[in-house]
């Protein structure tokens, strides 16, 4: 056999060693190829001289001689992203594949009757390795509930469920009559663990499950609840909260509801890549109830309120007009109303396992005394957080740290200084959020009335586009116009934000930027 099998082998070999091609098909044959090879970077080069911009691929490596791995991989993003090609090809191909095949992309599945899904939610409920990020979110929780009880605080946990946890009928037909909402095996563990360290967690999956056959709890484009199902949770969270909880008897403070109709895409639609006039998935029309004070004020957060409320997108959306879905209307602002009690808030976009408890670890490290006077503290993230977050153990500085603002500027100060360090902000399209900030380590290079060192919020991202500052590098001098951050912190504090991870530069003065 094993004589039959090598004398096998060697007739292949000599029948493709000697497999003849003309000549006149291998010149044609190195030519088709040469041109589809060299027709990318040739189009692209016609693309970036015709827009008076640097050619794309220097500007991509920063002119680098010897880059790291860090800058192959931003390279390979920038390529993937500015590539006129896929700005060319993209969507068309996607809405074939979408339209006529019903098929997703890497971040957007198809589910049934017109739902869309965010692939992070079902991972969420189906990955593997999920045990060793819920014991580090059990150790951060419990750790963040230890430090605030020190100082006579409550926490609440509030894990919003992702929509295939109330809605998996409309992802497959195996839940065609789903009796319970599908969560990830080791949830129950987790609510069990924080229940025994005497943690309290409300989880209101099973009051939106309970009427899902009634009516639908969330967008069918989108990865966020519906109006009326966010407040039916508030409502319900507001009862929870009075019930744990005695807070001063103050006069009740009583807020305006007006309903308000509106329409928008969502964010996974948005995901998909489709051309901007696609009609595979229209507008979405909801009624919101936006908020407001007996003056007909817009609701505010008050910082001097007994509870502090940390919040991601599920709080923000209704609430932070960036998202299409207007402003003054979110999860927060009802709360608000339920309790008849003013709210302080720490509400940010994306990483709720980390972003809001670090965003209060840097108020409290800056003298902001963000925990004064609180007896509740609500701490509120998409569950999906559990298997894929971010969970650091964070320490809470005191409250009795100096107070400190950043070093008084001239408005509209232009300044050079260099980069020491950046944050980098995802692909577009490949997170639900079309906005991110991202945050720069600045070395002062001449500006007299400015420290030597310090912080700077900029757009690295809007709508699903890369900005300029996207592409600075790491020792790259540029040129800023800065606004101190406290100016713009209510407008622009709340969109999905990329902080520096040294903790020496949360104690820096904080500005905001723009290219002038």
């Excluded at 060697?10 to 497999?19: C, R």
């Excluded at 908020?291 to 008050?302: R, Y």
């Excluded at 107070?403 to 399209?429: C, Y």
């Excluded at 997170?431 to 001449?446: F, M, R």
């Amino acid at each position: 056999m094993r004589n039959l099998a090598e004398h096998r082998r060697e007739v292949a070999l000599k029948e493709l060693g000697t497999t003849q091609i003309k000549r006149s098909v291998s010149i044609v044959s190195l030519v088709v190829f040469s041109v589809m090879l060299l027709s990318v970077p040739i189009c692209q080069l016609i693309s970036d001289i015709q827009r008076g911009e640097s050619l794309h691929v220097f500007r991509a490596v920063g002119l680098l001689p010897v880059p790291n791995l860090e800058e192959i991989e931003q390279y390979e993003d920038t390529l993937e992203e500015e590539s006129i090609l896929t700005h060319w090809l993209l969507p068309s191909v996607q809405t074939i594949l979408t339209g006529v095949f019903r098929i997703g992309n890497e971040q957007a599945y198809f589910g049934r009757d017109g739902w869309l899904f965010y692939r992070a939610d079902i991972d969420s409920l189906i990955g593997v390795g999920s045990q060793g990020t819920i014991s580090a979110a059990l150790a951060a929780i419990i750790d963040f509930n230890r430090q605030l009880a020190a100082r006579d605080i409550t926490l609440i946990v509030v894990p919003t469920p992702v929509k295939p946890t109330i809605h998996p009928d409309k992802f497959s037909k195996r839940y065609q009559t789903p009796d319970a909402p599908v969560h990830n095996p080791f949830y129950a563990v987790f609510i069990e663990v924080l229940a025994a360290e005497g943690v309290l967690v409300y989880d209101p999956s099973l009051l939106l499950f309970e009427v899902v056959r009634q009516e639908a709890q969330y967008l069918k484009t989108d990865t966020h609840w519906k109006p009326e199902a966010m407040e039916r949770v508030a409502k319900h969270l507001a009862t929870f909260i009075l019930e744990q909880v005695e807070l001063s008897a103050n006069q009740p403070t009583t807020y305006i509801k007006t309903a308000e109709d509106i329409a928008n895409i969502g964010d996974i639609a948005k995901m998909l890549k489709l051309p901007a006039n696609q009609m595979l998935f229209p507008s979405e029309q909801i009624t919101r109830h936006v908020v407001q004070t007996p003056s007909q004020e817009p609701w505010q957060p008050v910082q001097a309120s007994e509870i502090l409320f940390l919040g991601d997108s599920f709080s923000n959306i209704y609430s932070l007009a960036g998202m299409g879905w207007g402003d003054s209307a979110g999860f927060v602002e009802h709360l608000s109303t339920e309790l008849a009690q003013p709210i302080d808030k720490i509400v940010i976009n994306a990483g709720g396992a980390n972003a809001t408890r670090q965003a209060l670890v840097q108020e409290l490290s800056r003298g902001h005394g963000r925990l004064a006077g609180k007896r509740v503290l609500v701490y509120q993230f998409a569950a999906r957080e559990l298997f894929s977050g971010d969970w650091k153990l964070l320490s809470l500085p005191s409250d009795k740290a100096r107070q400190r603002s950043a070093t008084s500027i001239a408005d509209g100060i232009t300044v050079t200084a260099t980069i020491k360090t950046k944050t980098e902000p995802p692909v577009p399209r490949t997170v639900p959020y079309s906005e991110c900030i991202i945050a720069l380590h600045l070395e002062n290079t001449g500006t007299s009335n400015l420290p030597a060192e310090f912080v700077v919020f900029l757009w690295g991202m809007r709508g699903n586009q890369w900005t300029d500052a996207a592409t600075f590098k790491m020792g790259q001098e540029v040129k800023l116009r800065l606004r101190p951050w406290s100016e713009v912190e209510t407008e622009y504090g709340s969109y999905n934000r990329k902080e520096l991870e040294n903790e020496e530069t949360w104690l820096l003065d904080v500005y905001w930027g723009e290219l002038p």
